[in-house]
Every structure is written in C-alpha cells, then in structure tokens.
C-alpha cells in the first residue's frame, strides 16, 4: 500500500547529475515526502525530506512540484558510491496518532564509470 | 550513541526456537519502528512505539511476534517457534517525534532459521 510510484531502475554516468523521479499522485497536505536509500547490506540511510518548498543538503535536492503530485531527487554530481536502491517515500499518519513509512520497491540506481 | 544499535549483527537459529533482538535507539529519540525486509524484497513494517502510547502492531505476521520497549529506550522484538520464513533483515530505526525529522536506521539484524 505504497503511496509512490518509482521507475524500477535507472543508470547515471559518474560525475553527471542524476535525477530520479517519484509519483505521490494521493498525497495528503501534511503527509511530507521523503527520501531514503540503502546500500547492499546496509539499513536504509536519510537523504533528505520536504513537504512543499524545494530542499537542499549536503547530499542532495528535492524538487517537489507546485501541486505536490510528484517530487524529483538530484544528486547533483553522481559518484560510483552513490549506487543504491533509492526509496521514495511518504510519511503516513494513521488514525490514532500512529504513524509509519511506507517503503515500496524503490528504484535501483547504477552509476557506471 | 550516535546511532542506532542492534544486537546481534547476525544470528542462525533452528527453526522451533525463540529468539530476541535488540534494538538501542538514539538518545532522545521518542519513536522507535521494527521493520524487516526478505531477501531481495522492500521493507516491511512491523511495529511503532511511540513514548509511553500503546504501540501500533497492525503491521506484526503473526501472534509469534511480540515486542516491548522498556522505559521508553531499549526495544526487544521475539519471535517464538521461528519458521523458515522468518528468514529476514529486521531493522529497527528511531526518530524525534517532531513531525518532518527523519528516521535512522541500524545496520539489521540477519536472521537465518534452518
């Protein structure tokens, strides 16, 4: 019951920017958008969140449109380090005051040399 | 510490057998979540503790899984009589409860029953 949609895979070349696109078509207006990756064996690692306004960090920006249907993560210069399976996510309030993180299949990005 | 910590890194059972991991959340962090991902699979969620609210366990397989939070710090997950299919990555992250922080997440436990 993911509320993203990813494209399965992408490939980027080393040092070029890569931009991987997400769908969040049902958003809700205080539901914020998240980004997460993992790295073969590895837990899951934040990259960065919003919920309306462009956002930048040391990692990356995230670029969410003006009606919030959809947002765009830019690794700005793409290293071989940076191959990892990128979870766009949607942070989900449930009735109660519960909350979760709907992670679904993500998408496989390759940086290639 | 400065991240979240679990224990055991790895752990192989005999399927029948009870098993516990641990899970050592970041200082102050309020909300703490289980979730555990099958080889080659997403993450799936488990269950959500958040300060001294009951916790949410829709996300909980079966009445074999349990989990508890001791003082609002330390979460231990059992799974009793493993199963094969228990086989998985069980990863625990914790956050500040404040709405837009993010989460961190341990490095998993890898749990193997044979």
């Known amino acids: 019951d993911a509320k993203t949609t990813q494209p399965p895979s992408m490939d980027c070349a080393e040092g070029r920017a890569a931009n991987l696109p997400c769908n969040h078509s049902t958003i809700s207006g205080n539901e914020y958008v998240y980004w997460y990756r993992q790295i073969h064996s590895q837990g899951p690692q934040y990259i960065i969140h919003?919920?309306?306004n462009n956002e930048t960090n040391e990692m990356a920006s995230l670029i969410i449109t003006e009606d919030r249907k959809s947002s765009t993560l830019i690794l700005p210069h793409a290293t071989l380090r940076d191959t990892a399976v990128y979870y766009c996510i949607v942070r989900v309030q449930i009735q109660g005051g519960s909350e979760k993180l709907v992670f679904g299949k993500g998408m496989k990005l390759t940086v290639n040399p | 510490g400065a991240g979240v910590s679990q224990s055991p890194s790895n752990k192989v059972t005999e399927k029948g057998k009870d098993v516990e991991l641990r899970c050592d959340p970041i200082s102050g962090h309020t909300a703490l979540y289980w979730y555990r991902q099958s080889l080659g699979q997403g993450l799936e969620f488990l269950i959500y503790f958040q300060g001294n609210s009951a916790p949410d366990k829709s996300g909980l397989p079966s009445d074999r899984f349990s989990a508890e939070r001791t003082g609002g710090s330390v979460s231990t997950l059992t799974i009793q009589r493993t199963q094969q299919e228990d086989s998985a990555v069980y990863l625990c992250?914790?956050?500040?409860?404040?709405?837009?922080?993010?989460?961190?997440f341990g490095s998993g436990t890898r749990l193997t029953v044979v």
């Open positions: 919003g919920l309306k």
């Open positions: 992250a914790s956050s500040r409860r404040d709405r837009g922080y993010g989460y961190t």
